[in-house]
């Protein structure tokens, strides 16, 4: 049998105010590169595997490249719907993330309720762990504090610990240690980062067989999310090493030149003469004229043009002899 | 006698993009490259494997947005006048090339194959879905449905109301075009978020895929991994994850098909290459060097420098490679069978738009793979999930884990810093649709036009892709507006609705902009 352990790292404290991890990033912000990069330096997966099938989807919509003025809206979506809104859906089994709308007439209630207190206070996100509860605001297993921005509305919570549910209240945090709910989230789940730990009797199975499956299920097991230490733990696959290298890319390109040569041949006769370039026919334009455009490669190129009179009486030749030579 | 299944899925899908109100339109090339470089060379090749007797199974999406483009009359127009560009561009390029007889044959046969595209175009009333459904009739296809605008569900858990509708819509949208119910659904990037299943099975959904870790990552824990469907708890939805190995075989940076040297480069196009003057008429009408779908180069190496594409070596090389992939499969199968005691389902999904489109090999690849599998072997025998499960009804009962087989493996693609804006909108937008269901559960006339209108433009903000573009951080502007348009044009008639002043000519003017759907019944939104 395999031993199956798993890192477990749980907030004991029951309030531990984290600093910020990731602050949301106002839409067309600059610092979005910035977040972003850090967001994927937080996560906790190289995902190679669906990272070319990034690249393969973008070369789908390879053309979304080009603007028209008139195009663009010139109206914006409403920055506010006027309600009190407060939102909470799961990212991945380690992020959630939330956003939140407070109504004028609210913040009002509360600037008159706490008076001096409220410009005090803090703004907090207050993160509850109420896995396998119905949760009354009192009952959670543990909660964390988050202190944000006064004008964020929206924020990725850190969570740390996969296959839980989760709460949130936006709320102030006032000096004496008072927490006041403004706002109170939905509840979510977030996935587990690994296989469950629930086997039912009657399809019980061997962990060694489940774990050479599971390995196999995952391919050479080094791109997959599944749990970073069960794979580490179980899967030797012959393969493995073979998917150490990055998605393949094109060499950046630096300075570069490229230069190529094209022939274009012209000229007129009778309308309805019948013309011949390299013995082969071509068409002419209603005036009786013409123009062939060749791809020009290195060396000599004879160029017979043939126009033959309509009554078939006459005929004329004009050869041109053309050499490129490229050093 | 066979030893395990094998079930390739194609998810067929493009985002709605239909601007009747401009004459060119860059965005609705995605779909006439798809059609020219996808969806006819994979027609062409199940036509002669019909004809050939070649018994095969292949599971295909073809999502409602898809679907409806192909079926539209205006973009049917506007594809043959593409098409009919694009085969005199071939004409021209047959003659320029004479004194290049590498390139001279490459021309011939970009000529061909847009003959080809146009003519079999044609030849199913300028409609590809009677070309898929054919297949499907003959029992050859398994086509099976999409969200309505492949929405993704795992970001709208909390507006369970817009799921139940993009589901639902789909479903009858599928009854309308193919005659009967769909059995299986491809639930948009593979979002599979636990208690969806409920909604599938009330829209009479029988099955549906997820990615590896939703089957793995399952409770109680899935006693034959992904190489069996399970059945989800409550539901009784069959569920069916995909095997990572046989993705990896196509996808892999290395051992990837698709890279080989020998395979058509997809960067190098004459759109980009050609002397200017000589190819402006072929790119965007405003000057814009764009892909024409010509390209003569063959990957060659990891440099920039290019060979020119040899067809006769990139096919004995898809061969080369089709007989790779039944050879793993068959090692997998046969391995399986004895670990297992059970004929394992192997699953293999692809995006259909990298057949042909991407991997220009890809469907020569998949022909050669069905006939090697009907000819050359016993031990894998091509199936779909109905099928499969006719003869192995019994599985596991299981909750799958939330997932997508998007980047990382859940929904950061979609919601990260440079799309997670669109959330705060797309939600509000569900929750004043569900609010407009209830408030009015029964009209007629110019109202409930207007709230059919709403769904519409609702379910169409919601696309993945818009995302996904917003997502992948460039040229986003396309995906900006369309989430924008749709959204403004909902807010507008949920106030108009409620305000009851609908704007009849403003009405008009968006149903004839964003037709999707005509026999929509917004009361799905609930």
């Known amino acids: ?327 | 006698m066979h030893k395990g299944y094998l079930c390739l899925v194609l998810h067929g899908h493009l985002p709605y993009v239909r601007h009747p109100e401009h004459e060119n339109f860059l965005e609705e090339d995605w779909l006439y490259e798809a059609i020219t470089e996808t969806y006819v060379p994979l027609i062409m090749a199940f036509e002669r494997l019909v004809n050939d007797n070649v018994d095969f199974r292949i599971t295909m999406t073809l999502s409602p947005t898809l679907i409806s483009m192909l079926s539209d009359q205006l973009l049917a127009e506007r594809y043959l006048k593409h098409i009919n560009k694009l085969i005199e561009l071939a004409r021209k390029e047959k003659e320029r090339t004479r004194w290049q007889p590498e390139f001279h044959n490459l021309s011939s046969m970009y000529l061909n194959e847009f003959s080809i595209a146009r003519d079999t175009f044609l030849r199913y009333d300028r409609n590809l879905v009677n070309a898929f459904k054919k297949f499907q009739d003959l029992g050859k296809l398994e086509i099976i449905t999409c969200g309505a605008t492949h929405g993704y569900f795992p970001l709208m858990d909390i507006c369970k109301e817009s799921v139940r509708a993009q589901v639902k819509v789909a479903v009858a949208h599928y009854e309308s075009v193919f005659g009967r119910k769909p059995r299986g659904i491809w639930l948009p990037e593979c979002g599979y978020h636990p208690g969806h299943d409920e909604i599938l099975k009330e829209a009479g959904l029988r099955y549906f895929f997820t990615d590896s870790h939703g089957v793995l990552h399952g409770k109680p824990r899935p006693k034959y991994g992904v190489f069996a469907p399970v059945y989800c708890k409550g539901t009784g939805v069959a569920c069916v994850a995909r095997d990572l190995e046989s993705s990896k075989q196509v996808w892999s940076s290395i051992e990837g098909y698709p890279g080989d040297y020998n395979y058509r480069e997809f960067y190098r196009d004459i759109g980009f290459d050609l002397e200017y003057d000589y190819i402006k008429p072929y790119i965007h009408p405003d000057g814009v060097r764009i892909n024409t779908g010509i390209k003569y180069y063959r990957i060659t190496g990891a440099g920039n420098h290019k060979e020119p594409y040899m067809p006769q070596i990139a096919r004995n090389t898809a061969a080369d490679h089709a007989g790779n992939f039944m050879f793993n499969r068959q090692k997998q199968v046969s391995y399986l069978y004895e670990l297992l005691e059970k004929k394992p389902l192997i699953v293999s999904p692809y995006d259909a738009e990298l057949f042909g489109h991407w991997w220009y090999e890809g469907p020569t690849w998949l022909e050669f793979l069905i006939r090697k599998i009907a000819f050359d072997q016993d031990e894998i025998k091509l199936t779909t999930v109905p099928e499969y499960l006719e003869e192995n009804p019994r599985n596991q009962v299981v909750t799958p884990s939330m997932s997508s087989w998007g980047y990382k493996g859940y929904s950061e693609m979609w919601l990260q810093g440079s799309n997670d804006w669109i959330y705060r909108h797309l939600h509000a937008a569900s929750e004043r649709m569900t609010e407009l269901v209830k408030k009015y559960p029964s009209v007629n006339g110019v109202v409930k036009r207007a709230l059919n209108q709403a769904l519409r433009e609702l379910l169409l903000a919601q696309s993945s892709d818009w995302g996904f573009i917003l997502g992948t951080g460039t040229h986003t502007e396309y995906a900006i507006r369309r989430t924008k348009d749709h959204l403004l044009r909902f807010n507008r008639l949920y106030e108009d609705i409620k305000g009851n002043l609908v704007d009849q000519n403003w009405l008009s003017d968006i149903e004839y902009k964003d037709n999707i759907f005509p026999g929509i019944d917004y009361k799905v939104h609930q």
């Open chain 1, 1 to 327: 049998m395999v031993q199956l352990k798993r890192k477990k790292i749980e907030v004991k404290t029951k309030k531990v105010v984290k600093k910020v991890i990731k602050k949301k990033a106002f839409p067309g912000s600059k610092k979005l590169k910035v977040l972003n990069s850090l967001s994927s330096r937080l996560s906790p997966k190289k995902d190679v595997l669906r990272e070319q099938e990034v690249a393969i989807g973008t070369a789908k919509f390879s053309h979304a490249k080009v603007m028209f003025a008139q195009d663009i809206s010139k109206q914006e979506l409403p920055s506010t719907y006027g309600w009190n809104k407060m939102a909470l859906v799961v990212r991945d089994p380690w992020w959630l993330y939330t956003y939140w709308e407070v109504k004028e007439s609210t913040w009002d209630k509360f600037k008159s309720e706490l008076k001096d207190e409220f410009y005090k206070a803090r703004r907090v996100l207050r993160v509850y762990d109420v896995s396998n509860i119905i949760f009354n605001g009192s009952n959670a297993h543990k909660f964390f504090d988050l202190e944000i921005r006064e004008d964020a509305f929206n924020w990725y919570i850190d969570i740390g610990t996969p296959g839980k549910s989760w709460c949130v209240d936006f709320g102030l945090l006032l000096r004496d240690g008072r927490f006041i709910t403004i706002l109170r989230s939905n509840v979510v789940e977030t996935p587990t980062d690994g296989p469950s730990w629930i086997t039912d009797e009657e399809w019980m199975i061997p962990d060694e067989m489940f774990a050479r499956l599971y390995g196999m299920g995952f391919g050479l097991g080094k791109s997959s999310p599944a749990g970073g230490v069960w794979r580490k733990g179980i899967i030797s696959s012959p393969g493995i090493a073979s998917m150490a290298s990055p998605v393949k890319k094109q060499a950046p390109r630096s300075f570069w030149l490229e230069v190529n040569c094209e022939l274009i041949v012209y000229g007129a006769t009778e309308p309805d003469a019948k013309v011949t370039v390299q013995n082969k026919a071509i068409a002419l334009r209603r005036d009786g004229t013409f123009t062939l455009r060749f791809a020009l490669p290195d060396g000599k190129q004879v160029i017979p043009v043939k126009a033959v009179s309509k009554d078939n009486l006459e005929e004329r030749v004009i050869t041109p002899i053309v050499n490129r030579e490229t050093k």
